[in-house]
């Protein structure tokens, strides 16, 4: 007969909190089937069935933020098995087990050592098994149980940013999105309305408003202008309960921002500007700033200015300084206090950017009255003309009066002018001036032929103050005049054969004429008067500035006449007509039968090799002197080999020394020792004379050492011996 037995969880109600039990679906299968379990819940009982080989755990809920002294009670652990002897020990594992939560094990009473809190931990799953204290095998399987814990209302709701910032354009219409704010809450949103937050506005109305529920911030009031008031600051509540008494609350802070937009058109804070310049102002400077303020920023507040009309419209200009958004008045044109001194000007100022939105708040431009006043400054003189063409003959004469530049003070009081020529233009001083009425004039004669154009430059100042003056080109032309005669083009030197035949061209004559001829040059060639009879030539004028000399006879023999002078007059046609004569050689030379020259005269002008006379001599010359060179070369060597050892008393060798001292006589001991001779190994290298001080000093050369006993003559054919060897020794 086998025994079934039952474990039996008893839930009672702490004191002062309670613990509620639900039914779980988990079920947990191993227990035989028998009777019934008898369960706690609250202050009431019931009784649950449990079905064959499985049985039903309950869970419970336990407030959470317990602040009683003692241990919370969560319920009681008990099992059929238990006769109250102490033979059964309850042990408790899972979730908090023995830290958390602690069990009686001799009684199975659970407790909670500490305050729960659900937002951290909401639920905790724990297992419960009675062994048998003796032999620590359990009487019951391991049951698992839940203990959830229960929400109370203790977390505000908390926004997602503490500061928000939000803009939109300024004069939006009324409900226009501006930015939603967001709270969250901890506690459980599934159990009451703890969770459930609730916005509203505590700071920023009437100008703003927000949705109870989704949080969003729109506009409520109409036309809002930035140049009014740029920045709001709205403060919004989120309450728990659903916002009821006794809920929670967090706030958070929305800086909103009014954008600009271009809702002001630009205004002149004056309707009239005065400015003064004095005349000499150049064109493209400043004279004077306007502005038109603009209560609108950035490009919404970009300024466009123009001189609509008035009477110094082409006189000025106006451009809009980008970072100021200033308008600039500059001067367009030289200004003349003597011609009008006082300019008046409409300038007007518009926006770039043109919100078609509020063009019904009227024109977005503004115009003003702009009077300019010109000061008269003392000015230089001004001349009649900017720049003086003048023409002249170049064979005017001497101090004769070309032309003459004018120039006055523009000034009121017309203070009087001096002239002068600048002299770094007029070097050679051709050209002078009257100081006093400009006429300029010639100082040196003209040649069109050495320079054409004359560029000087004239100073006026005025008198009073000379440093109040001016300068004006002035262009004189040099205008030809015939004063030149025609001549040949080049220098003709020909040549007529000896067996040339009558009427033969033998060359053709050009020539030129420095002077310049607005119709074209025609010149005229003929013979000279003493020529034109006796001369064996002719020349023909072919009438197109060219001429051609012919011969006159048949045959010309240069051993009678060997060259013939021929002397041209050539003229031309301007006026006064110029003419002069010039002179064509003709050489009579021996030519083969196709007229080819082979020589003339003794000098043959073409060799038969192709070289000519001039050519060969140029080369022999060049040969004997190469050879003069080499012969006088050779000889200065042969005569350098003759040459003595020693030319000076400078020129030594060896071990000779120089002192330029006359020797002591049978006295002096110290000048030289002849037993150094007959002795020479008594010889000291470095053994000078020390009474007087040696010019120049050559380090002796190492010489083998004589025999013993050696006389003079010995020693002295050694050492011419040594010399004949030694291959650095001069020669002799």
């Not at 379990?37 to 336990?62: I, P, T």
């Not at 609730?198 to 109409?222: D, H, M, N, R, W």
């Not at 009227?362 to 006043?373: E, W």
Request: net charge negative; glycine share 6%; hydrophobic share 35%.
């Amino acid at each position: 007969m086998r025994t079934y037995h039952c474990f039996w969880l008893l839930f009672w109600a702490g004191q002062p909190h309670q613990s509620f039990l639900t039914s779980l679906s988990k079920r947990t299968s191993g227990f035989p089937e028998k009777g019934k379990v008898l369960v706690l819940s609250g202050n009431s009982r019931r009784e649950l069935s449990r079905s064959k080989r499985s049985w039903m755990w309950n869970q419970f809920f336990l407030l959470e933020e317990y602040t009683g002294t003692d241990y919370q009670y969560v319920g009681k652990l008990h099992s059929d098995q238990d006769k109250g002897d102490g033979s059964l020990k309850y042990i408790l594992s899972g979730d908090g087990a023995g830290d958390l939560f602690i069990i009686n094990e001799n009684t199975g009473d659970i407790q909670a050592t500490k305050r729960l809190d659900r937002e951290e931990k909401p639920v905790y799953i724990l297992r419960a098994q009675a062994i048998n204290r003796r032999t620590g095998r359990p009487v019951e399987p391991e049951s698992e149980f839940i203990i959830k814990i229960h929400d109370i209302n203790d977390n505000e709701p908390m926004f997602t940013k503490d500061v928000y910032n939000a803009s939109i354009p300024e004069m939006s219409d009324v409900g226009t999105f501006v930015v939603q704010v967001t709270a969250t809450d901890a506690d459980d949103p599934t159990y009451g309305n703890s969770a459930k937050v609730v916005y509203s506005i505590l700071q920023g109305q009437p100008y703003f408003s927000v949705e109870s529920e989704t949080g969003i911030i729109k506009t409520a009031l109409l036309n809002m202008d930035r140049e009014n008031r740029e920045q709001y600051q709205v403060v919004i509540q989120a309450k728990d309960m659903g916002g009821q008494m006794g809920g929670l609350s967090g706030t958070t802070t929305v800086n909103i921002t009014l954008t600009d937009v271009n809702d002001n058109p630009p205004r002149f804070p004056q309707s009239t500007y005065q400015f003064r310049t004095p005349e000499s102002t150049p064109p493209d400077s400043p004279i004077g700033r306007i502005k038109a303020n603009d209560a609108d920023v950035d490009e919404n507040a970009e300024i466009e200015y123009s001189i609509t009309e008035g009477d110094g419209y082409d006189m000025f200009g106006i451009t809009t300084d980008k970072d100021t958004q200033e308008g600039i008045i500059t001067v367009k044109k030289a200004l003349d206090f003597e011609n009008k001194n006082l300019y008046i000007l409409k300038v007007e100022a518009t926006n770039t950017h043109v919100d078609p939105r509020f063009l019904y708040l009227g024109p977005f431009k503004d115009s003003a009255t702009v009077r300019i006043q010109v000061e008269d400054v003392d000015e230089p003189p001004v001349f009649s003309r900017p720049a003086y063409i003048i023409e002249v003959k170049e064979d005017v004469p001497i101090n004769s009066v070309i032309g003459t530049v004018t120039a006055q003070d523009p000034d009121a009081a017309k203070n009087p002018v001096k002239y002068s020529v600048d002299r770094h233009t007029d070097m050679d001083r051709v050209f002078n001036i009257d100081s006093g009425n400009g006429s300029i004039f010639t100082s040196k004669p003209l040649d069109r032929e050495t320079l054409l154009w004359h560029n000087i430059t004239v100073i006026a100042a005025e008198i009073n103050n000379p440093k109040q003056s001016s300068r004006v080109p002035v262009f004189i032309k040099v205008l030809d005049v015939n004063d030149n005669a025609p001549e040949f083009a080049m220098f003709y030197e020909t040549f007529v054969c000896e067996n040339a035949k009558a009427e033969q061209l033998i060359q053709t004559l050009s020539a030129v004429d420095k002077d310049d001829s607005y119709s074209g040059h025609q010149f005229s060639f003929s013979l000279a008067p003493e020529a034109a009879s006796s001369s064996n030539f002719t020349l023909q004028d072919n009438r197109d500035n060219t001429a051609g000399i012919f011969t006159r006879k048949t045959r010309y023999s240069r051993h009678e006449m060997s060259t013939y002078l021929l002397p041209v007059v050539i003229s031309d046609n301007d006026y006064p007509i110029q003419s002069s004569t010039e002179t064509v050689t003709i050489r009579v030379c021996a030519c083969d039968h196709r007229g080819k020259m082979l020589s003339c005269n003794a000098e043959a002008l073409i060799h038969p090799t192709g070289l000519s006379t001039g050519a060969l001599i140029a080369i022999l010359l060049c040969i004997i002197i190469l050879l003069v060179t080499v012969v006088l070369f050779a000889a200065l060597r042969r005569q350098r080999k003759k040459e003595p050892l020693i030319i000076s008393k400078e020129d030594i060798r060896d071990n000779i020394v120089s002192y330029n001292d006359e020797g002591g006589g049978e006295e002096d001991t110290q000048a030289f020792d002849i037993g150094t001779l007959r002795n020479p190994e008594a010889i000291d290298d470095n053994k000078l004379r020390r009474d007087i001080v040696p010019e120049t000093l050559f380090m002796p050369r190492r010489t083998a050492t004589a025999r013993d006993n050696t006389d003079v003559r010995d020693f002295i054919n050694q050492r011419l011996k040594e010399n004949d060897t030694d291959p650095a020794a001069p020669p002799v």
